[in-house]
């Protein structure tokens, strides 16, 4: 067994298509893991399924999620 544990820290942002100009829109971590491919399913996870951390005026993941489907036509 490995002496280290790994996590993965991540914040999501976002931009309208035409601008540069980037907004926090969450964060969260994968928490201590063994290994690497445990700490990312754990941020992938999160990511699909919108249980990112948010804060203040943050948009909610669900809206976020639904409107990535409504741009991809799903």
């Given at each position: 067994m490995?002496?280290?544990?790994?996590r993965v820290e991540?914040?999501?942002?976002?931009?309208?298509?035409d601008e540069d100009d980037w907004e926090e829109i969450?964060?969260?971590s994968?928490?201590?893991?063994?290994?690497?491919?445990?700490?990312?399913?754990?941020?992938?996870?999160?990511?699909q399924n919108g249980t990112w951390e948010?804060?203040?005026?943050?948009?909610?993941?669900a809206d976020v999620l639904a409107d990535i489907q409504v741009v991809k036509g799903q």
């Amino acid at each position: 067994m490995s002496e280290y544990e790994y996590r993965v820290e991540y914040t999501i942002q976002r931009s309208t298509v035409d601008e540069d100009d980037w907004e926090e829109i969450g964060f969260g971590s994968s928490a201590a893991w063994s290994d690497l491919d445990a700490a990312s399913y754990a941020v992938t996870s999160d990511l699909q399924n919108g249980t990112w951390e948010t804060e203040g005026d943050h948009p909610d993941p669900a809206d976020v999620l639904a409107d990535i489907q409504v741009v991809k036509g799903q």
